[in-house]
């Protein structure tokens, strides 16, 4: 039957411009890391990877809380302290607090404590610049920090050459 047939998805890209076929590349691991789970929707479903247990338990409960904007809003599953770091204020911006959020990991914490040979860090910082209307905690690394990983929030000819 026709409801077996397993279909695949095709890009084809004219080679005449390297640098657009390396940008269209870039754009689609970006994506695809989405897809598999840097969003602040994926948040609360992180689980324990040796155990399999859930980091946020369950059952999620709607809760408000202050977005990285100041705005507030209610949030069903809002991640534990086991995967996101609660708010910090921040500098003031034309008399306004902006908060942010950091994914806390203890994967993600010792990564970032490596990357940056600073030990005290506890956990890698979610850009507190809206990116989209819905996302209260942010679904991108912070671009002041991680300029050149993949998953920054704006894409930047001088990063991720390699891939």
Not at 53 to 68: A, D, H, I, Q
Not at 100 to 114: A, S
Request: contains cysteine; hydrophobic residues 35%.
């Amino acid at each position: 039957s026709h409801y077996s047939t397993t279909i695949l998805p095709m890009i084809q890209l004219s080679r005449d411009n390297e640098a657009v076929v390396a940008n269209v590349i870039e754009v689609a691991i970006h994506e695809l890391l989405h897809v598999l789970g840097l969003t602040s929707d994926s948040l609360p479903f992180f689980r324990n990877p040796l155990s399999g247990k859930p980091l946020t338990p369950r059952p999620f409960r709607m809760r408000e809380t202050t977005c990285t904007d100041g705005r507030k809003a209610w949030i069903l599953g809002e991640p534990s302290k086991f995967v996101m770091g609660r708010r910090r204020p921040v500098q003031k911006e034309n008399d306004e607090t902006k908060y942010y959020f950091e994914v806390r990991t203890p994967l993600v914490t010792q990564v970032v404590q490596n990357h940056f040979n600073c030990s005290t860090l506890t956990g890698a910082r979610l850009e507190n610049q809206p990116t989209s209307e819905v996302d209260c905690f942010g679904s991108h690394w912070e671009e002041r920090m991680h300029y050149s990983e993949i998953m920054s929030a704006y894409l930047n000819n001088l990063k991720n050459n390699n891939v």
